[in-house]
């Protein structure tokens, strides 16, 4: 305990510390202001929410089930978001090779690392479970078994699927560890696992959801919880927890220390026969050559191995980009829907509204422009020294990111062919649609990481994902759908022809991408030449 | 070759990391550039190379401005850094042919190159391991391989001696040697004095910021019998090395 203090203070120090640097301000007050602004936007919505089931619940006489679903709902959060950090902190940081020379014991390093991951899914179980048990407690009545099982609820919540998650992840680095391809293998176990992990969810909700399966859980008194519980069945031991059962709250309790038990024996082996042989240097790759090549190219070449050779990066954006073709298997192979629905004649109208949001979804979602200068971190000198103009420099880092959306667009646009009837008009108006957007959306993103480049970060998913970039970036996204949203409610006649209106939104967007082309490459290319290390 | 003219640089907006600095290096000449921890050299450095913009003053390398025309000053030398930062999840060769092409090093000519300075270093055979599997000094030959390619006018390394084994070092002193008999010219920073007393034509000595001496080794001697040791000390006695 002694060595395991300090070593998970320094961790959690280090966290918090990169956390406050990626978001790049430097007035104190300021960066108060935004954190309780972005707590409150996800607070305030999830009171909400919490409130409505609670209610829905209420007329099933089960209100307390506002708890298991919140709860069932920020496990599967936190499985989707944890994965990703699990192997950024254990396999791509750099410390733990230094970590390995001191005097402490295995385990206890595995535990320290996942401290970190602990407090980001401690925040998701602040912001989803601990509102769904005051909005209980407000309606219901406070107890001081509540109070105490609520607390215990809030901090034990992201220990299963911590442990869970990393216990899968390490045994799948067990198996492909001295494989050549390990860094693919690796992503590719784990974006199966999340893949699984969803594919189970929505299966076990489908067979949940089914009437007669209902229909018997409501004659049952607690039938109700018990098939909501089943996607997580320690949800069921939880939720009497928070009743005031307290041979529930001993198997709740139990089975995270038991978790934690078995992850410290564990971690023992996985410690050397995973961690550090992944870590070891690679087999030898490719042959000596020559060639020679254009400076365009070599630039481009080089944004995009930086993607694809740094796992953590190809991860965050093979994720974005294919999201919505493992939503779409997932929810066919569940049965939650039917492809044949969308060849039905009520669709055909808004097949080219369905169609274009496809193939703009890697715009939207993967805003890898706003990390383009920050994903090189301190390299960033190695371009900056080269007799290359800034807006050469400029040019191909905005390009990468264009093609990999536009790559993106293109593999949903042809996966949407064999599932939606489209017609060569409606293939030519979304190429131009998608076009026009991804190069608006790519150079604003752009304009962000000049802002804003934060190239001091020690391990990359502080890069790309705990980052205030991505949220600057995704608020253009949300405030551009406001836009659109409140011009849909103020004129609908406009909206009466879709095909015109996402021609005029294309236009639109070009016309805006020429200007925002015009302010880099013309105002922002100053900012650009001072970025430093 | 190199002039940098009234250079300044804050980070602060109060406190100058480099303070009214007047400096000209001349073509063919190694020129070594000390001072204690924190005095300065690397920021002058980064000023040098475009990585750090000035605060006052102006830099130029073979009469190109490094803030007006940087791409043709640029074009002029290449950079070896103090830290072996480089993108390293690609290969030795990769990075080798990345730097071969920005200088527009013909095909012939980088192959030959590569070989040879690879070869002399010792880390022909590793080029088609990634980078991150290098060691610090295997990184360290590694840059300054991809610096020689393009035969610069100049030569800027920061520190190029550290972490490199005594045999590798000697090698890199006499490829600087080289590399000014054949018209090129070096400019590099060191903490090893004994080094640069024994290979440069000219010292330059910055103290919080400020260029305190500057000069050839004989004239900078008071004594006959002084070192550059017994010179650095006395210049910065109130500092550490």
């Known amino acids: 305990m002694k060595k395991f203090k300090p070593l998970v203070i320094i961790q959690l120090k280090d966290f918090l510390g990169n956390a406050q640097s990626s978001l790049n301000i430097k007035n104190k007050k300021m960066i108060q202001l935004l954190q309780l602004l972005i707590i409150g936007s996800i607070v305030a919505p999830s009171i909400y929410f919490?409130?409505?089931?609670?209610?829905?619940?209420?007329?099933?006489?089960?209100?307390?089930l506002v708890m298991t679903t919140m709860y069932l709902n920020s496990i599967i959060l936190m499985f989707f978001l944890g994965i990703p950090i699990i192997i950024s902190v254990f396999f791509f940081s750099k410390d733990i090779k230094f970590l390995s020379t001191l005097p402490v014991d295995e385990d206890k390093i595995i535990l320290s690392k996942l401290s970190t991951v602990y407090i980001y899914l401690l925040a998701i179980s602040g912001i989803f479970i601990l509102p769904s048990i005051i909005v209980y407690g407000f309606y219901s009545g406070l107890s001081i078994s509540l109070v105490i099982f609520g607390i215990t609820t809030f901090i034990l919540a992201p220990l299963l699927p911590l442990l869970i998650s990393s216990l899968l992840i390490l045994s799948i680095n067990k198996i492909i560890r001295k494989s050549k391809y390990k860094n693919i293998l690796l992503l590719l176990g784990n974006i199966l696992l999340i893949i699984a992990i969803i594919g189970i969810q929505m299966g076990l909700t489908r067979y949940a959801g089914n009437p007669e399966q209902i229909q018997s859980a409501l004659l049952n008194n607690e039938g109700l919880i018990g098939l909501i519980g089943i996607r997580f069945p320690p949800s069921i031991w939880m939720t009497k927890m928070l009743l005031g059962s307290l041979l529930?709250?001993?198997?709740?309790?139990?089975?995270?220390?038991?978790?934690?038990?078995?992850?410290?024996?564990?971690?023992?082996?996985?410690?050397?026969?995973?961690?550090?042989?992944?870590?070891?240097?690679?087999?030898?790759?490719?042959?000596?050559?020559?060639?020679?090549?254009?400076?365009?190219w070599q630039l481009f070449k080089r944004h995009i191995l930086i993607i694809i050779k740094e796992p953590t990066f190809l991860l965050n954006t093979l994720m974005s980009l294919v999201v919505p073709i493992l939503i779409f298997i997932v929810m066919s192979f569940s049965g939650q829907f039917s492809p044949e629905l969308l060849q039905s004649e009520q669709i055909r109208p808004?097949?080219?509204?369905?169609?274009?949001?496809?193939?703009?979804?890697?715009?939207?979602?993967?805003?890898?422009?706003?990390?383009?200068?920050?994903?090189?971190?301190?390299?960033?000198?190695?371009?900056?020294?080269?007799?290359?103009?800034?807006?050469?420099?400029?040019?191909?880092?905005?390009?990468?990111t264009i093609v990999i959306n536009l790559t993106g667009s293109l593999i949903l646009g042809i996966f949407s062919y064999f599932i939606l009837p489209l017609t060569f008009?409606?293939?030519?108006?979304?190429?131009?649609?998608?076009?026009?957007?991804?190069?608006?959306?790519?150079?604003?993103?752009?304009?962000?990481?000049?802002?804003?480049?934060?190239?001091?970060?020690?391990?990359?998913?502080?890069?790309?994902?705990?980052?205030?970039?991505?949220?600057?970036?995704?608020?253009?996204?949300?405030v551009l759908g406001i836009v659109i949203y409140g011009l849909y409610i103020l004129f609908p006649a406009l909206f009466s022809n879709y095909y015109l209106v996402i021609i005029t939104a294309s236009v639109l967007f070009f016309i805006i991408y020429l200007i925002s082309r015009y302010y880099v490459y013309n105002i922002m290319i100053e900012r650009f030449k001072k970025i430093s290390i | 070759m190199l002039k940098l003219k009234n250079v300044s640089k804050t980070?602060?907006?109060?406190?100058?990391?480099?303070?009214?600095?007047?400096?000209?290096?001349?073509?063919?000449?190694?020129?070594?550039?000390?001072?204690?921890?924190?005095?300065?050299?690397?920021?002058?450095?980064?000023?040098?190379t475009g990585i750090l913009d000035l605060t006052n003053g102006q830099i130029e390398v073979d009469g190109k401005n490094i803030e007006k025309e940087p791409v043709k000053?640029?074009?002029?030398?290449?950079?070896?850094?103090?830290?072996?930062?480089?993108?390293?999840?690609?290969?030795?060769?990769?990075?080798?042919?990345?730097?071969?092409?920005?200088?527009?090093?013909?095909?012939?000519?980088?192959?030959?190159?590569?070989?040879?300075?690879?070869?002399?270093?010792?880390?022909?055979?590793?080029?088609?391991?990634?980078?991150?599997?290098?060691?610090?000094g295997m990184r360290q030959k590694l840059l300054v391989t991809g610096a020689l390619l393009p035969t610069p006018k100049i030569l800027i390394l920061d520190e190029p001696l550290g972490g490199l084994d005594p045999r590798s070092a000697k090698i890199l002193k006499s490829m600087m040697r080289d590399h000014c008999k054949n018209g090129g010219t070096v400019f590099f920073s060191s903490h090893v004095l004994e080094v640069v007393e024994n290979l440069c034509d000219r010292i330059g000595i910055i103290e919080e910021g400020k260029l305190i001496a500057c000069d050839t080794l004989e004239n900078l001697k008071q004594k006959p019998d002084n070192t550059l040791e017994d010179i650095f000390l006395e210049l910065t006695e109130h500092e550490e090395i």
């Open chain 1, 425 to 478: 008009e409606m293939i030519l108006i979304a190429i131009f649609f998608t076009g026009a957007t991804t190069l608006f959306l790519g150079t604003v993103d752009f304009i962000i990481n000049i802002l804003r480049p934060i190239l001091n970060w020690t391990h990359p998913t502080a890069a790309v994902k705990n980052n205030m970039n991505v949220t600057i970036s995704l608020g253009i996204r949300v």
């Open chain 1, 350 to 400: 808004f097949i080219i509204l369905i169609f274009s949001l496809i193939v703009i979804f890697p715009a939207i979602v993967s805003n890898i422009s706003s990390t383009a200068i920050t994903r090189e971190g301190k390299t960033f000198w190695e371009t900056k020294v080269l007799p290359i103009s800034a807006k050469l420099n400029i040019k191909y880092r905005i390009m990468t």
């Open chain 2, 11 to 48: 980070y602060d907006g109060k406190k100058m990391a480099v303070d009214n600095l007047d400096l000209s290096v001349k073509r063919g000449e190694i020129f070594g550039f000390l001072g204690p921890n924190g005095a300065g050299k690397t920021t002058t450095i980064r000023m040098i």
């Open chain 1, 248 to 296: 529930d709250a001993f198997y709740f309790i139990g089975i995270n220390i038991l978790f934690v038990i078995f992850l410290q024996y564990m971690a023992k082996v996985f410690f050397k026969k995973a961690l550090l042989t992944f870590v070891e240097g690679g087999a030898k790759t490719g042959s000596i050559y020559y060639k020679k090549r254009k400076k365009g």
């Open chain 2, 73 to 136: 000053a640029k074009s002029n030398f290449t950079f070896v850094p103090d830290h072996p930062d480089i993108f390293d999840s690609i290969n030795g060769i990769d990075y080798l042919n990345f730097i071969a092409d920005m200088y527009e090093v013909s095909t012939e000519d980088r192959k030959q190159k590569i070989e040879k300075y690879t070869k002399d270093f010792g880390i022909y055979k590793d080029l088609t391991q990634p980078i991150k599997s290098y060691s610090h």
């Open chain 1, 50 to 64: 919490s409130s409505v089931t609670y209610n829905a619940f209420a007329q099933l006489n089960q209100p307390e």
